[in-house]
Nanobody
Framework: RAQLVESGGGSVQAGGSLRLSCTAS????????MGWFRQAPGTEREGVAA????????YYADSAKGRFTISHDKATNTVYLQMNVLKPEDTAMYYC????????????????????WGQGTQVTVSS
């Protein structure tokens, strides 16, 4: 199995920035996609961004486009989520996910497609 460890969450004022990191370890050879999800209290876990680590395809949720950037460092098996111009509605627990996915061109992968999940890191944006 692979293990995912996130870091980088915290509290920030609206308009600020945070960078989340997620490092995969263990059995990572089958991983071809890493992504970020978020879940606010009382809501469903929703996809934010994903990157296919081999081909480089990147997908964003509409809420993330233009403000968030996902990237991947192959040397360290780490995926990053740079979040700029944060809004109070971005407040949530952010989860890293990874797996061996079949790319559905043009579509952000859904949560059931991923094999591995991190424990989550809290992001709080105050107005």
């Amino acid at each position: 199995r692979a293990q995912l460890v996130e870091s980088g969450g915290g509290s920030v004022q609206a308009g600020g920035s945070l960078r989340l990191s997620c490092t995969a370890s263990g059995y990572t050879y089958s991983i071809n996609c890493m992504g970020w999800f978020r879940q606010a209290p009382g809501t469903e876990r929703e996809g934010v961004a994903a990157i296919y680590t081999g081909g480089g395809s990147i997908y964003y949720a509409d809420s993330a486009k233009g403000r968030f950037t996902i990237s991947h460092d192959k040397a360290t098996n780490t995926v990053y989520l740079q979040m700029n111009v944060l809004k109070p509605e971005d407040t949530a627990m952010y989860y890293c996910a990874a797996g061996d996915l079949m790319e559905d061109l043009g579509k952000l992968p859904r949560k059931y497609e991923y094999n591995y999940w991190g424990q989550g890191t809290q992001v709080t944006v105050s107005s």
